[in-house]
């Protein structure tokens, strides 16, 4: 019998993505100290500066005096690895800090670090799902990937509830036992399309039913929130809440996640979570960088306030160009493109005729004929980046092939969704995530409600 021929399989595999159009290229980036946002990369051999427009750094905290201090200190005092996991050697004094000032964000009695946000999202969903007895997951429909992973692999009953929508959730959580565990999860900034959730609506909703309120706030810790707290912060919803999750590494520029939450829960996690028990822990000088972010964005309003000036600067300047701009509030301005080809090939000339880094964002990442390029701002950028990022962008997308803000290119005369693959109704994106992972329980053995 022949033997399975692997590298065949592979090579096909990555065929059909080269033959969609959405083969995954990555520019290396030498994304050096300078003062402005600004990476070097090589381009026809040669060494080349770029503004990049796509890092989810929102606030430059990677970059800023206060964190590399705290970094530079820190390696020097404790060395480059944390020895081991938490168990193990791993809970070193500037981890057990951060944790402190997390719950301090938050309000909450305790906090708990994690190697990444996925990671946490992963473990924390996976363990509560699984341990609590009968317990069902009510699931916002566009929930980030690392969310699904987790809820899936605790093979607890899960109802999918239309995204952002208060009242099917208050449906599927009606239909179920009252006396059963139930786990609430969704995200507070949705990363692709910039949307809000409903928070006040979702948490009420919950609680009425007795649920567990899970929110992810990767993408607004540290943006949002008179001292970053996130968006609960900001409509202080805090206490509404009973697990928070956020990220170290976007609005706080580091890296890791973390939960806050009440003592018993957290230490559940702590004493039950693979994903936290069976890993190295962050490393000593990561720990006291994210620390010193969180510290310095819960008093500085500068960070903020600049990135909110940014912000609506180009939102203004985008509309005003007629640029295909989907209507957010939020720091990410989606710019809706619609097809995998055509927008990295727009990427691609950003990059090489104007020197901008803006990379597409196609299908698994978002559901196809959704295809878009997404801008992220920061107080690093100024008005001559600015006038220079519109300038190419009103060039390299001409108005006859540019989509309306919903989703109809007038030239095409087609219409695309932007949001969920179930709102989008392409077969094509059936029993996948909007990051292209397929979750058979999630999508298409839980109940959409
Ligand atoms: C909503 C959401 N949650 C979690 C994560 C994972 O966070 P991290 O990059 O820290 O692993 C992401 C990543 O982009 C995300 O968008």
């Known amino acids: 019998m022949d033997r399975f021929d692997y590298e065949a399989f592979f090579e096909d595999t990555l065929g059909q993505l080269h033959r969609e159009a959405r083969y995954r290229s990555f520019h290396p980036l030498g994304r050096e100290l ?26 430059g905290m990677s970059r800023h005096p206060v964190v590399l ?71 916002d429909a566009d929930n980030h990937a690392s969310m699904i992973e987790g809820i899936r692999r605790s093979r607890a009953t899960t109802r999918v509830f239309a995204h952002n929508d208060p009242l099917a959730l208050d449906a599927a959580l009606s239909q179920a036992d009252p006396a059963r565990p139930k786990l609430v999860a969704f995200e507070s900034l949705y990363s692709m399309n910039g949307d809000i959730a409903p928070l006040r609506e979702l948490l009420a909703v919950a609680r009425r039913h007795g649920a567990l309120s899970y929110v992810d706030e990767t993408h607004a810790v540290g943006v949002h929130g008179p001292q970053g707290g996130g968006l609960l912060e900001a409509h202080r919803l805090l206490d509404q809440a009973d697990i928070v999750q956020g990220g170290l590494g976007k609005g706080f520029g580091v890296v890791g996640g973390f939960i806050t939450g009440r003592r018993a829960l957290v230490d559940f996690v702590r004493s039950h ?57 939020a720091q990410i301005l989606p710019l809706l493109i619609g097809d995998s080809a055509r927008c990295s090939k727009l990427s691609e000339r950003l990059l090489r005729e104007h020197s901008l880094y803006l990379q597409p ?27 220079a990022l519109v300038e190419a962008l009103v060039v390299i997308v001409p108005p006859e092939s540019r989509l309306r803000r919903d989703g109809v290119c007038p030239s095409a005369a087609t219409s695309v969704g932007v949001g969920s693959s179930e709102r989008l109704g392409n077969p094509e994106n059936a029993g996948r995530d909007q990051h292209g992972v397929e979750h058979p329980d999630h999508d298409q053995g839980a109940v959409h409600a």
């Open 34 to 59: 300078a003062p402005g946002p600004v990476a070097f990369t090589t381009l026809g051999g040669r060494r080349r500066a770029v503004t990049v427009w796509c890092s989810n750094d929102y606030l």
């Open 69 to 139: 201090e705290a970094s530079r200190l820190a390696l020097a005092r404790y060395g480059a690895g944390a020895g081991g996991t938490r168990n193990i050697a791993g809970t070193h004094e500037p981890i057990v800090a951060l944790e402190a000032e997390l719950a301090a964000l938050h309000g909450k009695q305790a906090a708990l670090v994690f190697s990444s946000g996925y990671v946490a999202n992963d473990t924390v969903l996976a363990t509560l799902a699984a341990r609590l007895p009968g317990c069902i997951v009510f699931s």
């Open 273 to 329: 979570a693979p994903g936290f028990i069976f890993t190295t822990a962050l490393p000593p000088a990561v720990a006291a960088a994210a620390l010193a972010s969180v510290r310095h964005l819960r008093r500085s309003q500068t960070e903020r306030l600049t990135l909110r000036r940014r912000v609506d600067g180009l939102r203004t300047r985008l509309t005003a160009a007629g640029l295909p701009l989907l209507p957010t509030t």
């Open 361 to 387: 964002i196609n299908y698994p990442t978002v559901p196809r004929g959704a295809e878009r390029l997404r801008i992220t701002p920061s107080p690093l950028h100024d008005e001559t980046m600015t006038d």
